[in-house]
């Protein structure tokens, strides 16, 4: 039994293909067509998949797409009913795509595929909820979902049991705390859809000086965790931007243009929106123990991409244990139709043990290294390598990062959602000082105050941090711990905003944000076990079960997918070493690509 899951024409457009209820293969389009986020119909993502389980779409049994157009429409033509005849511009922008494309999704969708089967559409909160709890370990769990919106659903609860999925309550459109934080985020002149882990990043930078004022005139929230937004201050529901004159009014100043100089104003609208962000998120996670009394919580939709909140739920020992989809937002969408067909449609039974979950690390996309074709690449290009063996390779890289190199690290298959987990990765050495600083500048050429995530054998990631299990998909904060970190003096105390960024921390510096925590991933030698034997061979040889683990590309871009892209992000950054599979590829061996100097200037930050 085969079934394609498809997500599509909102952002971050996906394929997944399941088997007999095993996850054979997920992708983002965006992969495959190197435009960031890209929203339209995800082909290259459904050939790949196709292709990776050797069949064609004449064998696939289920097309599942990951909402249900008919209800967006209603909610769209709804609203802009309500805010006449304010919108009359978005709606005339919006309607001819609609009538002439999403409302015939099914066809649309069989014309793509050239398909002639069966074709599902589970409603978007459902799916986020499918890929949460059946790609979980729990055979019993409880279920949130939070994103911008859906067709109507913004946030919603439910429970998971065996193979069936109920939703016990939701909040509805335009109360969103996704469409909240995607306000503040294009208020502070990041992009809306991609910026908002920006927000996140700027956050302990700042004050929670706006906290009150967003409880007592934008929302109003209750204790149960849910909320009512004051469509006063936003313009999302029917206009062309998220905030309008009223919002610029309540916070003293037009939304700060984008690429302009950062304020502490910034920062301290930042931390007041993830303030109130985990406030939500943290009474909605005790009304849910309290209403459902389940041992577990299963996560998914963007907001479950925060996972500073993540990191605060599991802190609060709600529950036994959590577990958050890795590609949370729309993409695992496209997951989440897939298993909801073969789960709760077909009634298919599923098996668990509360350990293992299914989603096998979320190495999920293409591998280049069986084939021969980095090698074909390399040598096509006459590229100038050193051939490692598999033994080599840790001992090599773990020495390169000691030496504080930048290494492009390239391995196996390619990862399914936005985190690079030690297949397509930049790495580095989590006890430089100035690592974080030639990452940001020299290698990724994006804003400074961005920080680091850590890569930690999963053996020893208490030894680090204050965490007490794995955190395999960077889903999870925790603070670094206790005997590790280094307290400021009493000058550096009185260091504000961006002043901070240059303190060190602890004694893993590159990876410690300046609150104190890390966004961790923890290596398991079961899914990824050459990333897991370079990190311990670091550590034996060098006392460190830590490296920076960045993801492999550069600001604008996404992550690479082929050999080919991975050497031109080598090329046009000051990465020194690139380990593409068995090839080491050394920066001043290289020839220089032609364009490189233009291309840079692209990037160029203050």
Not at 444 to 471: G, L, T
């Amino acid at each position: 039994m085969l079934i394609l899951g498809i997500s599509a024409f909102y952002h971050d457009s996906a394929a997944c293909l399941v088997k007999d209820g095993k996850i054979i293969a997920a992708a983002q389009e965006e992969r495959f067509t190197r435009k960031k986020h890209d929203y339209r119909f995800p082909i290259n993502a459904c050939n790949y998949c196709l292709e990776e389980a050797g069949v064609s779409i004449s064998d696939v049994n289920f097309v599942a797409f990951y909402d249900k157009p008919f209800l967006k429409f209603e909610r769209i033509l709804e609203t802009y009913l309500t805010f006449a005849p304010f919108g009359i511009k978005s709606f005339i922008k919006a309607m001819p795509l609609w009538i002439k494309q999403k409302l015939w999704m099914k066809e649309l969708i069989k014309e793509e595929l050239g398909y002639k089967g069966n074709v599902l559409f589970p409603e978007h909160h459902e799916s986020h909820a499918a890929s949460a709890f059946y790609a979980s370990p729990f055979e019993d769990a409880a279920i949130i979902t939070l994103d911008g919106v859906g067709e109507w659903t913004t946030t919603s609860f439910g429970i998971g049991e065996k193979n069936n999925i109920t939703i016990l309550a939701d909040i509805k459109f335009p109360h969103s705390l996704g469409l909240l934080y995607s306000a503040f985020t294009y208020y502070t002149g990041f992009k809306v859809n991609s910026g908002e882990y920006k927000v996140m990043g700027l956050a302990p930078y700042g004050e929670p000086k706006y906290v009150d004022l967003i409880l007592n005139e934008l929302m109003d929230l209750k204790d149960d965790g849910s909320y009512k937004l004051n469509m006063k201050y936003f313009n999302f529901a029917a206009g062309l931007t998220m905030t309008n004159k009223n919002f610029d009014k309540l916070f003293g100043g037009p939304p700060r243009k984008p690429e302009s100089k950062l304020t502490q104003k910034e920062m301290d609208l930042a931390r007041s929106v993830q303030d109130v962000t985990e406030e939500v998120m943290l009474r909605t996670a005790r009304h849910v123990k309290k209403t459902t009394g389940k041992k577990y919580l299963c996560l998914a939709g963007g907001v479950a991409l925060n996972c500073v909140a993540n990191g605060k739920i599991l802190r609060e020992n709600l529950f036994e244990d959590i577990w958050i989809q890795p590609a949370a937002g729309d993409a695992g969408g496209a997951l989440g139709a897939a298993l909801f067909v073969w789960y709760k449609y077909l009634g298919n039974p599923r098996k668990v043990d509360n350990k293992t979950d299914f989603q096998m690390g979320s190495y999920l996309g293409p591998d280049y290294s069986a084939n021969g074709s980095i090698k074909h690449f390399l040598e096509s290009n006459n590229i100038t390598f050193t051939y490692l063996s598999d033994s080599e390779i840790p001992e090599k890289i773990a020495d390169l990062i000691n030496e504080e190199n930048v290494i492009g690290w390239f391995q196996g298959r390619m990862e399914f959602g936005p985190r690079a987990l030690g297949a397509r990765t930049i790495i580095g050495d989590a006890r430089s000082s100035k690592m974080q600083s030639i990452m940001n500048l020299k290698i990724k050429f994006r804003e400074s105050f961005r920080p680091f995530a850590p890569s930690v054998i999963e053996e020893k990631i208490s030894d680090y941090f204050e965490i007490d299990r794995p955190s395999p998909y960077m889903l999870l904060v925790a603070d670094v711990k206790k005997e590790r970190q280094k307290q400021m003096t009493g000058d550096q105390e009185k260091y504000f905003g961006i002043e901070k960024l240059n303190v060190v921390r602890s004694d893993i510096p590159a990876v410690t944000h300046i609150d104190y925590s890390a966004r961790i991933q923890s290596v398991s030698k079961e899914t990824n076990p050459l990333y897991h034997q370079m990190i311990t061979k670091f550590d034996e040889k060098y006392g460190c079960g830590v490296i920076v683990n960045t993801s492999f590309n550069v600001r604008g871009e996404p992550i690479v997918n082929k050999p080919e892209e991975a050497f031109r992000c080598f090329m046009r950054t000051d990465m020194d070493y690139l380990i593409m599979g068995n090839y080491l590829l050394y920066k001043k061996d290289q020839t220089p690509l032609q364009a490189d100097i233009d291309w840079r200037k692209e990037f160029e930050l203050d």
